[in-house]
């Protein structure tokens, strides 16, 4: 088993106060890293888990000042995990479209701009979370859909024309994983077994799978690979 060492290393996974990020941010933290977060509440200890082992920063991401005091506080990183996204039922209003889209794609382009000198010196990756909607359309949410599919085009050119500055850029498009924003899924009549039935692996995949990929793409085990794009869905997409 590949034990992953990032001692010495600092991170950065925006919301990662819970959900996906949460797990991606104790995984680089049981690796040794020196593990930042992000979330919108104003002290650390509104969320339900423990988030003790991590220095937190309030950050509404959707917001370009906070983007840019986040950056300001937090100069050099090694590893950018850009995990915050979020979806709106009024997607199909241009004011929700916009939200959702400066949260999910426009703050990871201008975090990523920011850090691009750090990361340069420092050899540094940075992985993006996509997600199935990056391949598969989300009908109810057409500005999701669009923020992921655009976040896979940019991983890719970013990836190219980073290459010779000594950064890797990936993405990892998680599917159905079993935390509160799948509830609606799991709770509507026969809903959960639908889709359950439509994922190969026959379960809800976890915050732990999507961590472990993360820690692959930006560790040395990973540094032939760049501007990939990795489901992580128990091969949902296989159907």
Do not use: C
């Not at 290393?9 to 797990?23: A, D, E």
């Not at 933290?29 to 509440?41: D, F, L, P």
């Not at 026959?202 to 990795?230: H, K, M």
């Amino acid at each position: 088993m590949i034990r992953f060492d990032f001692a010495g290393k600092s991170v950065l996974v925006t919301g990662g106060s819970q959900g996906i990020g949460l797990g991606i941010a104790e995984a680089f933290a049981v690796a040794g890293a020196s593990v930042h977060i992000t979330g919108t509440a104003a002290e650390p200890h509104s969320y339900e888990a423990d988030l003790s082992r991590f220095v937190y920063h309030q950050a509404r991401l959707e917001d370009r000042s906070a983007r840019q005091a986040l950056v300001a506080n937090l100069p050099e990183i090694d590893v950018l995990v850009n995990n915050a996204g979020i979806a709106n039922s009024d997607e199909y209003t241009y004011e929700g479209y916009l939200r959702t889209m400066e949260v999910n794609l426009n703050a990871v382009v201008e975090l990523s701009y920011a850090y691009r000198e750090g990361l340069a010196s420092r050899g540094g990756t940075i992985v993006n979370i996509g997600s199935v909607a990056s391949f598969l359309s989300m009908r109810q949410y057409p500005a999701y859909t669009a923020s992921k599919v655009g976040l896979m085009g940019f991983t890719r050119a970013l990836a190219d024309q980073w290459a010779a500055n000594g950064i890797r850029v990936n993405l990892i498009a998680p599917g159905f994983i079993d935390t509160k924003i799948i509830d609606w899924v799991k709770k509507l009549p026969d809903q959960g077994g639908k889709v359950l039935r439509a994922i190969p692996a026959r379960r809800w995949g976890t915050p732990a799978d999507v961590a472990a990929a993360a820690l692959f793409l930006a560790s040395p085990e990973a540094s032939y690979i760049t501007g990939q794009s990795l489901p992580v869905d128990g091969g949902l997409m296989l159907r």
